[in-house]
């Protein structure tokens, strides 16, 4: 499109490379799309630039950007936050509001109504106010807004334990801040629904709490890619499928979630990580590698110097260093399973496979607990924990080749 190389286009922010908005534009077929990283300050002067095409815009800027605006759409100038801005053919910058599309979007394909809801909104920023609309244009019996100072804050959330649902809108939890988490949903035994906007990691701390508590909760991924739809359609003055929010979708999953190792020692994880790097072009992560980088012994000293209880202290650090990353191959030691809080970094991103073989096979050369132990018992002992990791069981009988491919097919099968 020769538009697109004549304007602009890209996302304006303050703190952006992590966004997955990049890709997901390009993949929509907008091969300029770029990333705007601006202070305060320099707003004014590039929201004067003739050759802006198109911009999106996320945090903080979504309620910064309207006085720069020549024109709001109604929506838009109903929620009071702008995250698509546009340069008409007049020549003037026209502000419009996608993301509350995206969010009817998110909770549609969560099953998720606010219809007749007394619906709880945690944080009070602009995408609270996008929210507060879209539940009130949904028919909600009751909107709350809850915030730090406010009339309705987190510390008299008991005033609304009756709430019906919620919406997470704050970027607690985001990474690279993963694992907060603004309430616990058990204060709330009425909720019926939760929805989550933070897509990064794929399963916050909070979605979670909301599995364990049975509550259907969002996926934040679900909501970006949907605004980006219908902001690209704004762009170019074009109709694009709706079925392209499944496929953007789809594809984001795929491309950003992590392929994860676990199994006995010597079960082949590495060579089969190795493996898959090559047929994926993905990048491998082995954990016992880093924790050997990060503390300058080899496991065996760590074993023999400071113990086991040390060597797993290390080996958590590093589960959450790269469990928060995203589009990678981890590959785990074979006790990793033995700490039960293992299993939210290394899933908050990923699909976890265990790799078997049989146990005559297994190695036991460089491995402390593996040199003298009884395998047997050490199976018995770790297989209902890898059982309780583990999205899918691989066996390793034939080829490294033949085992990764056959999780690069489970994998691309299952990104749901």
Known sequence: MDRMKERIYGLLGRTLQHSYSVPIHRALGNDGYALFELEPEQLSSFLAREDIGGLN?????????????????????????????????????????TDAYGMRYMAACAGISLSGKKVVILGSGGASLTAQYVAKTAGAKEIVVVSRNGTDNYENLNRHDDAQALVHTTPLGMYPHNGAMSVDPALFPACEGILELVYNPRRTALAFRAAELGIPCSEGLAMLTAQA???EELFFGRAISAGENERILRLMRQSTQNIVLIGMPGSGKTTIGLALARLTGREAIDLDEQIVKADGRMIPEIFAQSGEAAFRALEREQAQR???????????????VKNERNYYPLKQNGRIYQIERALSLLPREGRPLSQTADLHAMLRERAPLYARFRDALIANETTPEDAAAHIWQDFCDNVD
């Open 57 to 97: 815009v996320t945090i903080p800027y979504k309620r910064d950007v309207i006085p720069f605006c020549d024109v709001l759409d109604e929506t838009a100038r109903e929620i009071g936050s702008v995250n698509t801005i546009v340069r008409r053919a007049d020549g003037l910058l026209a502000g419009y509001n």
């Open 229 to 231: 739809k219908a902001a």
């Open 322 to 336: 790269w469990g928060k990353e995203s589009g990678l191959i981890l590959v785990s030691g074979g006790g990793i």
